[in-house]
Nanobody, 116 residues
Framework: QVQLREFGGGLVQPGGSLTLSCVAS????????MAWYRQAPGKERELVAY???????NYKTSVRGRFTISKDDAKNTVYLQMDNLQPEDTAVYYC??????????WGQGTQVTVSS
């Protein structure tokens, strides 16, 4: 079972930036996909961005151009750089891994609050 740990959440003003990190306990090259999801209060969890083992990337429409997902396979870490944050980005952000050889895994979540 892969263990995922997220870092980097916090409180930021509108227009500000944060970078989230997710460290995997297993070699990330074994993962087909690494992704970031978020869940706002009273809403369902939604996909924010993902990156495949081959480097393909996709984003939720509302964050495209503001968020950047990247990964460092040598460090077993995936990042989410979030710029121009808005109050509607407030949520708990979760890291997720998917693999053909291991069960899907989720991190514990990290709170991002955008407020003045």
């Amino acid at each position: 079972q892969v263990q995922l740990r997220e870092f980097g959440g916090g409180l930021v003003q509108p227009g500000g930036s944060l970078t989230l990190s997710c460290v995997a306990s297993e070699n990330m090259l074994r993962m087909n996909t690494m992704a970031w999801y978020r869940q706002a209060p009273g809403k369902e969890r939604e996909l924010v961005a993902y990156v495949t083992s081959g480097g393909s990337i996709n984003y939720k429409t509302s964050v495209r151009g503001r968020f950047t997902i990247s990964k460092d396979d040598a460090k077993n870490t995936v990042y989410l750089q979030m710029d121009n944050l808005q109050p509607e980005d407030t949520a708990v952000y979760y890291c997720n891994s998917r693999s053909a050889t291991m069960p899907d895994a989720w991190g514990q979540g990290t709170q991002v609050t955008v407020s003045s």
